[in-house]
């Protein structure tokens, strides 16, 4: 079945280490592929997508490439922030899914 | 721009009550979902819809009933309330067909204590 797998930490990063969160797939055919990220007290917000293979998304400094040939989607940033402080979920969907298929999340906390 | 909107934002209820969690998207999707947010577990869908008038259960569906009797609003109901419904709550919406990509827009989240 279809699914999404990511590291759950918690991660503890010093302000201005490169961040690294591991996303890996499995899904049949093509499926868009997605970073959300929540803030304390707030709701789900997308940080980013890509639609087809090899596409890099990116926003706020934060990238990800998609890699059909490893199906992953890890998200990068280089130079992480006090306020990027936040959960991270990796989900995946194709406009034939009636459903979206998220990750556990992985909770980040930088420290300055 | 209001997007996905839910009310109550925050509730408390006592072990027998009833409540109804409303949600409401002006963007016109079709599909509009549940989620639960619990402490360690990640999101869970509870119910999901995929049409006006059309509902379908998600992963953890016991416990709540949902309507959805015009596009935009998609209700979710407590008929009676539990402690293990003490949650934060999630309504999503997402555009169907050509050109969706299948990105999901959230509300702000309903908070649900149950005593």
């Known amino acids: 079945g279809n699914s999404v797998t990511q590291m759950e930490g918690p991660v503890t990063l010093s302000e201005e280490a490169f961040l690294t969160i591991n996303c890996t797939y499995t899904a049949t055919g093509y499926p868009s592929l997605f970073w959300y990220v929540q803030y304390p007290g707030e709701g789900l917000q997308l940080l980013l997508k890509a639609t087809k293979a090899d596409d890099k998304g990116s926003n706020k400094g934060f990238e990800a490439t998609y890699r059909k040939e490893t199906t992953s989607f890890h998200l990068e940033k280089g130079s992480v922030q006090v306020s990027d402080s936040a959960v991270y979920f990796c989900a995946l969907s194709k406009t034939s899914y009636d459903k979206v298929i998220f990750g556990p999340g992985t909770s980040l906390s930088v420290i300055p | 721009n209001a997007g996905v909107t839910q009310t109550p934002k925050f509730r408390v209820l006592k072990t027998g009550q009833s409540m109804t969690l409303l949600c409401a998207q002006d963007m016109n999707h079709e599909y509009m979902y549940w989620y639960r947010q619990d402490p360690g577990m990640g999101l869970r869908l509870i119910h999901y819809?995929?049409?006006?008038?059309?509902?379908a259960k998600g992963e953890v569906p016991d416990g709540y009933n949902v309507s959805r009797l015009k596009k935009q609003n998609f209700l979710l109901g407590l008929e009676s309330a539990a402690p293990s419904q003490t949650s934060v709550y999630f309504c999503?919406?997402?555009?169907?067909?050509?050109?969706?990509?299948?990105?999901?827009?959230f509300g702000e989240g309903s908070r649900l204590t149950v005593l």
């Open positions: 999503a919406s997402r555009k169907r067909g050509q050109g969706a990509t299948g990105e999901l827009f």
């Open positions: 819809s995929v049409g006006e008038g059309t509902t």
